[in-house]
């Protein structure tokens, strides 16, 4: 969970170029094959509303990481349930307590 809530598309790809030489220097330390990369969260959202995550490019710069560093038979996971959900609903609460610190 190296990255989480970026809206830099260019910054998050450097992320994802960085954890695939990661990847794939553990296979050469350990001499293992690797099936599997779990990048967490990552992709941001604006609760303001002032700026979007560039979806399109990111999704063409993810496409040319996974040709360079040879992952498409690897199972690549993103973990997206905030950025797939968060415009379809509000969120709600009462302020119960508020504790002082310091």
């Known amino acids: ?14 992320h994802i170029d960085y954890s695939f030489n990661l990847f ?16 967490g969260g990552g992709i ?5 509303g002032k700026r979007e995550f560039d979806i399109t ?8 990481l996974i040709g360079k560093h040879r992952m498409k ?3 690549l996971i993103f ?3 905030r950025y797939l959900v968060a415009d379809s609903g509000y969120f709600v609460t009462t302020i119960n307590d508020i504790k002082e610190s310091r």
């Open 1 to 14: 969970f190296a990255a989480s809530g970026v809206l830099d598309a260019q910054a998050l790809l450097q």
């Open 24 to 39: 794939r220097d553990l296979e050469l330390q350990t001499g293992m094959r690797l099936d599997t990369l779990d990048f």
């Open 44 to 48: 941001g959202i604006d609760h303001e």
């Open 57 to 64: 490019s990111f999704s063409k710069g993810l496409e040319a």
């Open 73 to 75: 038979d690897r199972r």
């Open 79 to 81: 973990e997206l349930g």
